[in-house]
C-alpha cells in the first residue's frame, strides 16, 4: 500500500531534550516536506527537499533541521525544542515538485507536546 | 502561490449534492488548481485538480469557470465521511513550486 508514515505520532517532551520525528515513503517520491499545523494559522511549511542530499527551507524553518540521506526518508530534527513549536507535523511527498499537477500524499501526523 | 477565497462553513444533507466554491481572480494562466480535505484527526488528502478543463474522478467533480476566475468543487452525494475541511489551493507550473499554501479552507458538516 502506498503511504507516508510518520513517527511517533505522539510526542511529549521537556525544553531542550534533542528529538527526532521520522518520515517515510514507499512511493519513490523525490520531493518531501514537513509541515506544522497550529490553530488559526493553518498548515505551513517547514521545510521540504526536491530529492536526495537537497533541502531547503520552507516558510518556518527555524528551529528545525533536516536531512534526506536516502530517498524514502525525511526526518525532522528538533536540536533544542522549545514550547512554542508544541504543534502538529505533517510530512509530505509527492512524485515531482516540478509537476504543479503532481498530488502530495500527507502522513498521519503527530502531534508534538513541549513542556 | 496566488490568493484563493472559500466561505468558512457549509452544511449539507446527506446524500444530497455538495457544490463547495473558490474564488481565484488573481489565477495566472499557469497556476493548478488543487482540492485537498482534511478529515478530523488526519492529514490533508488529495481531492482533485485541474489546470482549464473540468475534470472528474471517483472522488469528485471540479467545475472551473471559463475565466479560471473561480472554480467549484461537486460532491456528488455527499455522505457522514464527507464531512471535513476542504482547502482551495492554487498551484504554480515551475521548478520554483515548492509548497501547497492552505487558506483556512471551508469546514463541511453532513447532516444525516
Known amino acids: 500500500e502506498a503511504q507516508v508514515t510518520q513517527n511517533p505520532r505522539y510526542l511529549i517532551t521537556v525544553t531542550g531534550k534533542k528529538l527526532t520525528v521520522t518520515c517515510s515513503q514507499n512511493?519513490?517520491?523525490?520531493?518531501m516536506s514537513w509541515y506544522r499545523q497550529d490553530p488559526g494559522l493553518g498548515l505551513r511549511q517547514i521545510y521540504y527537499?526536491?530529492?536526495?542530499?537537497?533541502?531547503d527551507k520552507g516558510d518556518v524553518p527555524e528551529g528545525y533541521k533536516v536531512s534526506r540521506k536516502e530517498k524514502r526518508n525525511f526526518p525532522l530534527i528538533l536540536e533544542s525544542p522549545s514550547p512554542n513549536q508544541t504543534s502538529l507535523y505533517f510530512c509530505?511527498?509527492?512524485?515531482?515538485?516540478?509537476?504543479?499537477?503532481?498530488?502530495?500524499?500527507f502522513g498521519p501526523g503527530t502531534r508534538l507536546t513541549v513542556t | 502561490d496566488a490568493k484563493t477565497t472559500q466561505p468558512n462553513s457549509m452544511e449539507s444533507n446527506e446524500e444530497e449534492p455538495v457544490h463547495l466554491p473558490c474564488n481565484h481572480s488573481?489565477?495566472?494562466?499557469?497556476?493548478?488548481i488543487h482540492w485537498y480535505r482534511q478529515l478530523p484527526s488526519q492529514g490533508p488528502e488529495y481531492v482533485i485538480h485541474?489546470?482549464?478543463s473540468n475534470v472528474n474522478n471517483r472522488m469528485a467533480s471540479l467545475a472551473i469557470a471559463e475565466d479560471r476566475k473561480s472554480s467549484t468543487l461537486i460532491l456528488h452525494r455527499a455522505t457522514l465521511r464527507d464531512a471535513a475541511v476542504y482547502y482551495c489551493i492554487l498551484r504554480v507550473l515551475s521548478g520554483s513550486a515548492r509548497q501547497l499554501t492552505f487558506g483556512s479552507g471551508t469546514q463541511l458538516t453532513v447532516l444525516p
Open positions: 512511493m519513490n517520491h523525490e520531493y
Open positions: 488573481t489565477i495566472s494562466g499557469t497556476d493548478y
Open positions: 527537499s526536491m530529492n536526495v542530499e537537497v533541502t
Open positions: 509530505a511527498s509527492s512524485l515531482s515538485q516540478g509537476l504543479a499537477g503532481a498530488e502530495q500524499y
Open positions: 485541474g489546470l482549464t
